[in-house]
C-alpha cells in the first residue's frame, strides 16, 4: 500500500495501525498546498478473516460517517474531511492529529498523581459530554484512543469505528423513576476492549455510562501502575478491588462509582461526574477549554466564509491546474454514486455535496487566520488629537502676524515720497 494514491488524491506515506477490521495510514493530500498530512482509515470488507457480515461492517462504516459528521465541531475530536468506497472496501479520511498516544505516559508500574488524574479525568468527561450530547456512545475508550496533542498538550478523542447511536428511555430504579440514554437499536456486537468494556457493552446493550466506566478505568489504572485485566473483584459485588493506590476518599468514592459494575450504581452523565469533581479541582484548574470549530452542517451549503459571493473552494485553496482536478474528480463521483452514498440514503443520512462541503470548512478557518489580526480603527488616538491641535494654534498665530506686516507696509510707502518732495 505505501506509495499508493487512494481516489486519485490521498497517497499513502505509512501504516500507522492495524486491526481486526482495517488498517490506519498516514498518507498526503496531494491536491492541497504543501500536501498536508491525513489519516486513512481502511475498512476492509472482502479481504478481513473476522466473522462480522460485509453487513455489519457496512453499518459501522456509515454510523462513524455519521457521527464524526455531527462531532467534527470540536476541537478535541479528529474532523472529517471525505469518505468514499474502493473495490468494496470503505474509506475515511480524518484530520491528522499530531502527537503520542496516552497509552505511552502509562507504562506498566507508573504511576500518577491525583491531580493529575483529576485533570485527565475533567478533560475527557469535556469531550464526552459533547459525544453524549448527540446522543452517541463511543464504546472503546481507552489510553490508545487518546492523543496527547503536540501543539498545546490538550487530549484528542479518536477512533469512532465502535460508535452506537442511543435514545433516550424511561427507567425505574429503587423505587425512583429517571431518564436514562439506551441504544436505540438492540446491540448484536459487543465491540470494545476487555478490561476497559463492562458487562452491558459485552453482551451488546452499551449505554452513556459504559463510557464513564471505561474513563474510570484508565483513572485507576494511571493512579495504580495496573492494568485492567490485573485487579480482581468481589465475588458477591462484582466491584473492583483496587484501592491500595495513595488517593484521597473523594475520589476514590468517584473513580469507584465510575466502575460499578451495574450500570444503575455509576453516574448517569459525564455532566454528573464533572460536578462531583468540582471540590478537587481548587489546585488542579484546567486551562480554558477551546472554542468549537467555526463549521457549518455537512447537510446544508456551506455560504458564511465571506459577504462576497461564493466561490468553489478549489479556486480558493489550490490554483489552476488543481481547480480542474477537483472539478473532474466531483463531476464523475456525482455521475457514480458509491455504495455508500446508497447506503447512507437507506440509513436516512444527509449526503447531498458532501465533498463539496467539507472543502468549505477546510478553507474557512484559513480565512480567519488571515483576518484575524487586521484592526481598522474610525477614531484617532487622543495624542494625535493634541498634536493637530497644537498644530492649528500655531499655523493661525502665524497667519495673524503675516497679515498684519502685510497691512501695514504699503501704507508707508506714500509718506516717504512726500517728505523727500519737500526737500527739494
Known sequence: ??????????????????????????????????RPNCVVKHLMVATSSHTISPQALRWLFIREVEALKKLGAHDQVPQLLDYFEDKQDFYLVQEFIKGHLLSTELPLGHCWTESQVVQLLQEVLGILEFVHSHALIHRDIKPSNIIRRERDSRLVLIDFGSVQQASTQIVR????????????????????T?????????????RLSSDIYALGMIGIRALTGLKPTQFS???????LIWHQAQVSKTLADILSRMVQPDYRYRYESA????????PLTTSTQLPEAPPLRTLTKLEQPTQKLAPTPPAPPAVTVTGGSQVQKEAHVQQRLASAPTAVAIALEQTSLPKQHNKQVIKDEETQPLLEEQTSDITVSAFPSKSALLIGLAIGIISGLVLMVVSYYSLQLPAAAPKTQSQSYKVK
Open 173 to 192: 430504579f429503587q423505587g425512583k423513576t429517571r431518564t436514562s440514554i439506551a441504544v436505540s437499536i438492540p446491540g448484536t456486537i459487543g465491540l470494545g
Open 194 to 206: 476487555p478490561g476497559y468494556m463492562p458487562i452491558e457493552q459485552e453482551q451488546g446493550r452499551p
Open 233 to 239: 473483584r468481589e465475588p458477591d459485588t462484582g466491584e
Open 271 to 278: 455532566t454528573e461526574v464533572l460536578q462531583a469533581l468540582l
Open 1 to 34: 500500500m505505501l506509495g499508493k494514491l487512494l481516489e486519485g488524491r490521498y497517497q499513502i506515506v505509512q501504516v500507522l495501525s492495524k486491526g481486526g477490521f482495517g488498517q490506519t495510514y498516514l498518507a498526503q493530500d496531494t491536491h492541497r498546498p504543501g
